[in-house]
């Protein structure tokens, strides 16, 4: 096809119109539409605040029994009304004692209200700090507000601090301290704890002073431990407990804690049980052995007593030493002769000195009279007291 120059411009005359037509039209369509999402919670309308300026929470203080006032401003810049409901929070302390004169206010638009409030210190009310909250909720559920209220009571303060109940137990290979922190004062303390363990043969254990995590209220009581994880095996220990706080709060405990091993324990016992046994069995064979010899001795003397002569020789010979011990030299009865006395032989140390000797005879004595001197002598030996 040949080549046309005025077909060639027109195509590239209508090919600029299109260009440039385009961009116009895009500029007059109308926009898409866009889908609309979550929309973000819209502030509250209103906003409370202590009184003043650049006031972020409440400080009161007075003595016990005193009502201490304050003023709370809601303001409510929207252009409709907005109803709030005050209240203190707290189950003691200044939230516990704030009172207003009404729960609701209602804040008209474009308008800021002064809301007046009392705390009443009761007469019991021991001195120190006693924080609380003051809580603003609006009419739109989740839109609350709080504020702090730091009440401080007036008074003569005492800060007393006590350790009690002290234990140690065993808790496999560790040892538990237990004990009790008991605030006796009237100020709030945050205690402090040092530790210390010493056994036979010196230190064991030392825990320098730490702060104790939380604050102890006035009359408040605490249940805590420590653990000591290598506690000695065998050993006799005293630990000591010494508890300090703020203003000289200070007190001492110790208790005692005697480390044995079962196996060691069971030892000693069943040792002590047959020493025990030992020594009883040792005691009654000597107890045994004493009544045999008493028995033996005195079935000798009942053989010896018992001769040829029969017993009533003996028997008269017998009551004859008996006298002769009992009333010593007596004079011989007028009815009766005294015996012959013979020619005696005296030995030093032997009882019944000067009587005759056993197994000798005298000339022109029976052998009866001789009997009976030696078993007189020998009874009387054996028998006399």
Same mark, same amino acid.
């Given at each position: 096809m040949p080549f046309r120059p005025r077909t060639a411009a027109t195509g590239a005359v209508l090919a600029a119109a299109v260009v440039l037509a385009a961009p116009a039209a895009a500029a007059a369509a109308p926009p898409a539409a866009v889908r609309a999402g979550p929309s973000a919670p819209a502030a509250p309308g209103w906003s409370a605040a202590p009184t003043g300026t650049a006031r972020t929470s409440f400080y009161l203080e007075g003595p016990p029994g005193a009502a201490l006032t304050d003023r709370l401003a809601v303001r409510n810049p929207s252009g409709r009304p907005v109803t709030v409901r005050l209240a203190g929070d707290g189950a003691d302390g200044a939230g516990a004692w704030l009172a207003f004169g009404t729960p609701e206010v209602t804040v008209p638009p474009r308008t800021r209200a002064s809301v007046p409030f009392t705390v009443t210190v009761p007469r019991t009310a021991t001195p120190g700090s006693h924080p609380g909250t003051l809580t603003v909720t609006g009419t739109a559920p989740g839109v609350r507000t709080r504020i702090p209220l730091r009440l401080r009571v007036t008074g003569p303060t005492l800060s007393a601090l006590t350790v009690e109940q002290v234990s140690v137990t065993r808790r496999g290979s560790?040892?538990?301290?237990?004990?009790?922190?008991?605030?006796?004062?009237?100020? &709030?303390?945050?205690?402090? +704890? $040092?530790?210390? @363990?010493? #056994?036979?043969? =010196?230190?064991?254990?030392? /825990?320098?002073? !730490?702060?104790?995590?939380?604050?102890?209220?006035?009359?408040?009581?605490?249940?805590?431990?420590?653990?000591?994880?290598?506690?000695?095996?065998?050993?006799?220990?005293?630990?000591?407990?010494?508890?300090?706080?703020?203003?000289?709060?200070?007190?001492?405990?110790?208790?005692?804690?005697?480390?044995?091993?079962?196996? &060691?324990?069971?030892?000693? +016992? $069943?040792?002590? @049980?047959? #020493?025990?046994? =030992?020594?009883?069995?040792? /005691?009654?064979? !000597?107890?045994?052995?004493?009544?045999?010899?008493?028995?033996?001795?005195?079935?000798?003397?009942?053989?010896?007593?018992?001769?040829?002569?029969?017993?009533?020789?003996?028997?008269?010979?017998?009551?004859?030493?008996?006298?002769?011990?009992?009333?010593?030299?007596?004079?011989?009865?007028?009815?009766?002769?005294?015996? &012959?006395?013979?020619?005696?032989?005296?030995?030093?140390?032997?009882?019944?000195? =000067?009587?005759?000797?056993?197994?000798?005879?005298?000339?022109?004595?029976?052998?009866?009279?001789?009997?009976?001197?030696?078993?007189?002598?020998?009874?009387?030996?054996?028998?006399?007291?």
């Open positions: 560790a040892a538990v301290i237990h004990y009790t922190l008991v605030n006796r004062g009237n100020t &709030a303390l945050r205690p402090r +704890l $040092a530790v210390r @363990a010493d #056994g036979l043969f =010196g230190p064991l254990l030392r /825990r320098p002073a !730490r702060t104790l995590p939380g604050v102890l209220p006035p009359g408040a009581r605490a249940d805590r431990t420590e653990t000591w994880p290598d506690p000695p095996a065998l050993d006799a220990v005293d630990i000591r407990l010494t508890a300090t706080a703020a203003d000289g709060a200070h007190d001492t405990a110790t208790a005692s804690y005697t480390a044995a091993p079962w196996g &060691a324990g069971a030892a000693l +016992l $069943a040792l002590l @049980a047959a #020493g025990g046994g =030992g020594w009883a069995v040792v /005691r009654r064979r !000597r107890r045994n052995g004493r009544t045999g010899d008493t028995d033996g001795a005195v079935r000798m003397g009942g053989a010896v007593g018992t001769g040829d002569g029969g017993g009533a020789p003996d028997e008269a010979a017998d009551g004859a030493g008996r006298a002769d011990g009992a009333s010593g030299a007596a004079a011989p009865s007028p009815r009766e002769e005294p015996p &012959a006395q013979g020619p005696r032989t005296t030995e030093a140390g032997m009882p019944n000195a =000067g009587m005759p000797k056993p197994g000798m005879r005298k000339p022109g004595v029976p052998d009866a009279t001789t009997t009976g001197s030696t078993t007189a002598t020998r009874a009387g030996s054996g028998v006399r007291r």
